[in-house]
């Protein structure tokens, strides 16, 4: 309970919790906060030792992902968490680190993520996800050599820097939010205003009782540097507007205080009906962002799968929307669509894994890829990313699967039947014949990604289709597909 609930260990020790124990069981003897703490400790590094035997005596490879902020009290925190998909298809994730930084420079951070990665004893990492700061360049950099130098790197890890998608949406959000901000910003002084008193709430809460509008949450307040805040806020106020208009009418305090100036500004507001009109706008058109920010911010699921898919979606409508004959919603997709255009833009500029974790959907392998290139590229765009998806793609099967070189039995037991004497013809003949079998093997362990490419795909119509299922179950059909499917699907 200490634990699950956060509450200080000294929760034991007071007055309302041993009357409550007494209670339920007068024979309980409670332990003093010492104990609790004493205990608490020790669970934590029984788990710690459960948690490193996992992912080092397996040979886990893990899927890093980064958050650094600094609080109110203008403290720096990191936050590391590592991501990985076990022996029997459980997507799993656990903080391995929080903890304060000195500062957000690169060779900073990277210090910090290495020092955990020893202290967890972890050596092969896959990814690392974080957002678009500049400095983040520096840490993978560092990050890169350290593993590289470990040996624990796939493909000298040239893929493992991935761009936090969620943040570059809210970079693409941000910038058409500027043909907004007055809209905005008279919506947003209105609620600040009415959620100043309970008074004003409390006449806000008549106002729409009033009006009939079947609302019976609260009125919200976003941070004005994460729109999916924003969003919700405008969501929620577009469907109280009558109640904003008639509140405009029962408190007279209401107009005289935009009317007042704000230092050398005046106020921005009460909302006019433009800009009622504009926020309607702006919820209906990033209704399908919102969306996707929560499926790239699920923790509970497989996500890196859907990335590309929803990419293309996104890219379309911004294509479409483009050509608007609304001025408003035409710039404002103008200026997302070169922010979309920066990062996402050019597909050579996207970690190829998450092309190849499309490919490793069983619903669209290479065939949807290559369909989508095709529908945003030109002909040379689209043949160079194809080729380059499918040599990686061989280039880590090949690393999966150690070589895929005939192994040197054949040649031993041939040894050791050429000092047999006699049968030496007849011998040779069976060495030759294991040898025959072993390559055969071997060509047909190559041709796993053919015969997977190859194999029908699953419709993508298929009803909760869970992919991890898919994958644990057809695992000894493409034995070291499935062992690059763990961890192309673990990248958060």
């Known amino acids: 309970m200490i634990v699950i609930d956060e509450l200080p260990f000294n929760h034991v020790e007071g007055q309302g919790f041993k009357s409550f124990c007494t209670v339920m069981q007068p024979r309980f003897v409670m332990p003093s906060r010492m104990t ?19 992912l080092t005596v397996s040979g886990q490879r893990v899927s890093l992902t980064t958050d650094c902020w600094t609080s109110r009290q203008q403290i720096p925190y990191l936050c590391l968490t590592a991501h990985w998909i076990d022996c029997n298809w459980c ?48 840490t993978v950099g560092i990050i890169k050599r350290r593993v590289n130098g470990w040996n624990g790197a796939v493909l000298d890890g040239d893929y493992m820097h991935v761009r936090c998608a969620a ?7 941000h910038s058409g939010l500027k043909e ?33 509008i079947e609302f019976k949450g609260k009125l919200i307040l976003d941070c004005s540097i994460r729109w999916n805040s924003t969003y919700k806020m405008l969501h929620v106020a577009l469907k109280c507007q009558k109640a904003f208009e008639r509140y405009e009418e029962e408190d007279d305090k209401y107009i005289v205080h935009f009317q007042e100036d704000e230092g050398e500004k005046k106020k921005v507001g009460p909302p006019s009906t433009l800009d009622w009109n504009n926020a309607r706008i702006f919820v209906n058109f990033l209704q ?8 790239f911010s699920a923790t509970n699921s497989v996500s890196v799968n859907c990335f590309y898919n929803e990419i293309c979606e996104l890219h379309n409508q911004l294509n479409q929307l483009n050509e608007s004959d609304d001025i408003l919603l035409s710039k404002m997709v103008s200026n997302m669509k070169l922010k979309f255009d920066k990062y ?42 194809t080729l380059l998806i499918e040599q990686t793609l061989n280039r880590l099967y090949v690393v999966y699967g150690g070589g895929l070189k005939p192994k040197d039995n054949a040649s031993d037991e041939s040894a050791k039947f050429n000092a047999a004497g006699s049968s030496h013809q007849r011998r040779n003949f069976l060495s030759n014949f294991i040898k025959h079998q072993e390559e055969h093997s071997v060509l047909e362990s190559c041709n796993e990604v053919e015969k997977y490419l190859g194999d029908e795909n699953v419709s993508p119509l298929t009803p909760s289709f869970d992919i991890l299922l898919w994958w644990k179950v057809n695992s000894t059909k493409y034995n070291i597909l ?9 990248v958060p």
């Not at 703490?37 to 996992?54: I, P, Q, T």
């Open 180 to 212: 907004m901000h007055e809209s905005i910003c008279a919506i947003r002084n209105a609620i600040r205003y009415i959620r100043l008193s309970t008074a004003r709430l409390e006449k806000f809460a008549m106002c729409v009782s009033k009006e009939k």
């Open 288 to 295: 399908s962002f919102y969306d996707v920010t929560l499926k």
């Open 36 to 54: 609790v703490k004493r205990d608490v400790v020790k669970l934590y590094f029984s788990e710690m030792a459960k948690l490193k035997k996992e």
């Open 91 to 138: 997507l799993k994730k656990r903080i391995l680190s929080f903890v304060q930084i000195p500062n957000h420079k690169g060779d900073s951070i990277a210090k910090l993520i290495e020092s955990c990665l020893q202290t967890w004893g972890i050596e092969k990492v896959y990814t690392i996800t974080l957002d678009n700061a500049s400095t983040n360049d520096v």
């Open 344 to 385: 996402w833009g050019n597909p050579e500029n996207i970690n190829l894994l998450m092309f190849l974790a499309i490919v490793l959907d069983p619903r669209y392998k290479m065939g949807y890829v290559k369909f989508s290139l095709k529908f945003f590229y030109d002909a040379q765009t689209v043949t160079r990313v």
């Open 482 to 490: 499935a062992m690059i499917a763990r961890d192309v699907l673990a």
């Open 167 to 173: 943040h570059i949406i809210n970079l693409i959000v």
